[in-house]
């Protein structure tokens, strides 16, 4: 995905993914030497640092750890501009830097957004798009299936 531009809500889930668990083990792809390979694969600007803070930040509100106003920081010089157009009047937002872009990314799905519910082994997000906004899991064929299994073998063993 090499400097392609990404629709911010696709850019987000990506960003929040950034640290995802592999064989039982955190990763951090916003640390170390990569970080600054994986900001540009992504077309991020701006220093490691500053793109975990914003990662970390919405991660917290979706847990359900922080409330939401903890993310009004990341907003401080957004505005929103009224443009006379033949359609009539359209709002443009002015002073979004990349942080701001991911916050107001998350108010574009924060009723879809979620942690997979396979909070032992997955630390991944996902944007539900279902009909009844029902999903669970990251993945049925991994996380999902893996707990449907552990369920199974402890209800047989009860």
């Known amino acids: ?25 955190p990763i951090d792809e916003l640390r170390g030497s990569g970080a600054g ?6 077309g991020i600007p701006g220093p490691p ?4 803070e914003v990662r970390d930040a919405v991660a917290a509100v979706v847990r359900g750890q922080v409330p ?25 937002v002015e002073g979004a830097r990349f942080p701001a872009r991911a916050v107001l990314a998350w108010a574009e799905v924060q009723a879809r957004l979620r942690p997979c ?26 996380c999902g299936n893996r707990l449907k299994a552990r369920r199974h073998q402890g209800r047989l063993h009860d």
Do not use: Y
Not at 117 to 142: G, P, Q, V, Y
């Open 1 to 25: 995905m090499s400097n392609v531009v990404m629709p911010d809500e696709a850019l987000l889930l990506e960003l929040l993914n950034s640290a995802p668990m592999v064989d039982g083990v």
């Open 68 to 92: 939401a106003r903890s993310l009004q920081k990341f907003l401080v010089d957004v505005r929103q501009v009224p443009a006379i157009s033949v359609d009539g009047v359209a709002w443009r």
């Open 117 to 142: 519910e396979n909070h032992e082994e997955c630390t991944l997000f996902l944007i539900d798009r279902s009909k009844a906004n029902a999903r669970r899991w990251c993945s049925m064929s991994t």
């Open 49 to 52: 640092a500053a793109a975990r």
């Open 37 to 42: 390979d994986w900001l540009r694969e992504h």
